[in-house]
Structures are given as structure tokens and as C-alpha cells.
């Protein structure tokens, strides 16, 4: 079974969530651990001789250690790059939190040191009309990761999720600051700073933008920017 398993989010959608999950699971790689990681609900997947597949899902195959097909690791994968609750509705899908944590689960028994489970867009995206993702790693009692991105409105934005997680009675276990844009933003340190300070999570690490770097390899580059002791020696 993992031994410890983390639930990656985001403050919003497109902050960077997969290729924090990513680079954390090759700084593990790096460090010798065995890791496991899934994304369950996929919107945007492209079609292919093999069914859809989703490129942020591929990613987080191609990071982790251990052998896992990809129905498994996206067990939901919906075509049209939109809402999750939408796109599912759309495909005559029901979502529900309880068929998602059968899903974790299923991987959860398998042996790894570290696995991660990426969410969809930000803590409180619907599944339905009753239930949001948040349900997920609340009914399966996961310490969080939380991916921020270094724009303007970042750290209200960051602050709020984090209030939310820990009002649904979750430990945030580490952020990562992330450049989602080439450009850097203005007063990048002094937000770094506030956040640092108030946010009350160990920052593992900040992503800088590589833009020639090829996506391929992008997770690899990035593990070297990562402080991941906090999560696997807890």
C-alpha cells in the first residue's frame, strides 16, 4: 500500500497543477522512492487509437516509477475541455465522490512510497449538483498540496483555498509556487514573502518558466527547484 498519499489542487484551473505533481514525483524518483500518482477526472483528452487520452495524465505517467496503465491512472476521461461536471453531463456520465474514491483507493493498495492524486481545477470545482471534488480527499483524509501561481491576486486567491481545505478538517502539507507565464510578475518577492509567512505550510519550492525547455523533459528540470523532505519523511 502507498505510504503516504498527498492530494494535489490548485487555487484555480491552468496554475500548474500537473507539472508541480510531476516534479515532485521525479525529485522522489531523484531520492530513490517508489511513487504512484492519477489524475481520475480528465476534461480536454484528445482521441486516439487508444482510446482519449489526456496529456497532463500521460505526464504524471511518464513521472512515476511504477508501471500503471492509463485507464487507471485516468479512469475518467472526458473530450471536451471544459467544467468536469459539465463535460461528464455532456457524455451522459454521472460523477459522483464516492465512484472517485474507489478509484483512489484501487491504487492506493498497490506498493509505493509516495503517491499523489491530482485534482481538477480548484478546491471546490463540482462533481455534481450536490458534491465538489473537495469531498475526495476529505472522505479519504489526505494531507494537501497546493499549487499557487505567481500572478497578480495570487495570494488572496492562495489564502482562501487553504482556509477552505483546512475548514474541511485537512492539513495542507506544503505549497509550490508556480510561473504559469514568462513574464515574472511584479513585486514576485514580496508576495513570495507574504506567503511564506501566512500561508502556514512549508513552501516546497518555487517553478521558474522554462520556455525552451521541451515538455518531455520539463518535469525533470523542475524536480531541482523542489524541497519534497517535508512530504516523504512525515
Known sequence: MAKKTYFVTGTDTGVGKTIAAAAILEAAKAAGKRTLAMKPIASGCD???EGLRNEDALMLQAAMTEDVAYDTINPIALEPAIAPHVAAEQAGKLLTAQRLI????GLQIR???LMLIEGAGGWRVPLNDRESYSAVPRELGLDVILVVPLKLGCINHALLTAEAIRADGLFVA???GN????EAMSCEQETLNYLSVHLGAACLGVLPWMESTSTARLPEMLAGYL???PLIEI
Not at 474507489?102 to 483507493?105: A, E, L, M, P, S
Not at 510561473?179 to 514568462?182: I, K, L, N, Q, R
Open 179 to 182: 510561473h504559469p507565464e514568462a
Open 102 to 105: 474507489g478509484f483512489c483507493r
Open 111 to 113: 506498493p509505493a512510497d
Open 47 to 49: 482521441q486516439t487509437g
Open 227 to 229: 524541497n519534497i523532505k
Open 174 to 176: 506544503g505549497w509550490v
